[in-house]
Antibody
């Protein structure tokens, strides 16, 4: 069974940092590109970042470039999102996603990130 | 950035009746490899989005055949031949041709 188990969300003050994790099982993790997508309360999804199969190519939304870093550990079947210099507008449910633009698209359950003082 | 425009934004349908949602992209989603990088997703209450249709018209594994997707240039349509109560949720279109991937505003489907 394909599973994406997310962890690492929580409450953080503005300017703080968090690292999200997404542990994969049930498929060949290294075969897929992975993404992070966020969804603010009551809003639609917004794409954040993606990483290729071996972690060498990454892309970011303008709103997070320079503050967030996507990475993966293929030996641990785990995707990460390091989030620094967090702002109130980063508050959202963060989803990891496999192969979002392909036939194998699959989303994790989400991790809630709240940025507030 | 490619802009995705959905309509309608809300839809109320009687069970057993058909439903149709449209999405228009601001530019072609045809890749040089011949594939169209366009998906339909549904987000049911309290859940993460689930893939319905990929590559413009390919139904995802496990999706009932009453769901179908068509495309004509930059216009895409999701059709539900006979709506069931379990279909309630918000339907999103998404383009994955280029980053940033972008989503439509969403169409909220409710049952009458």
């Amino acid at each position: 069974e394909v599973q994406l188990v997310q962890s690492g969300g929580g409450l953080v003050q503005p300017g703080g940092s968090l690292r999200l994790s997404c542990a994969a099982s049930g498929f060949s993790f290294r075969s897929y590109w992975f993404h992070w997508v966020r969804q603010a309360p009551g809003e639609g999804p917004v794409w954040v970042s993606r990483v290729d199969n071996d972690g060498t190519t990454t892309d970011y939304a303008d709103s997070v470039r320079g503050r967030f870093t996507i990475s993966r550990d293929n030996a641990r079947n785990t995707l990460y999102l390091q989030m620094n210099s967090l702002r109130a507008e980063d508050t959202a449910l963060y989803y990891c996603g496999r192969d979002l633009a392909g036939v194998g698209a699959f989303w994790g359950p989400g991790s809630l990130v709240t940025v507030s003082s | 950035e490619i802009v995705m425009t959905q309509s309608p934004l809300s839809l109320t349908v009687t069970p057993g009746e058909p439903a149709s949602i449209s999405c228009r992209s601001s530019q072609s989603l045809l890749h040089s490899n011949g594939k169209i990088f366009f998906d339909w997703y549904v987000q049911k209450p309290g859940q993460s989005p689930q893939l319905l249709i990929s590559l413009g018209s390919s139904r995802a594994s496990g999706v009932p055949d009453r769901f179908s997707g068509t495309e004509s240039g930059t216009d895409f349509t999701l059709k539900i031949s006979r709506v069931e109560a379990e279909d309630v949720g918000v339907y999103y279109c998404m383009q994955g041709l280029q980053t940033p991937y972008t989503f439509g505003q969403g169409t909220k489907l409710e049952i009458k």
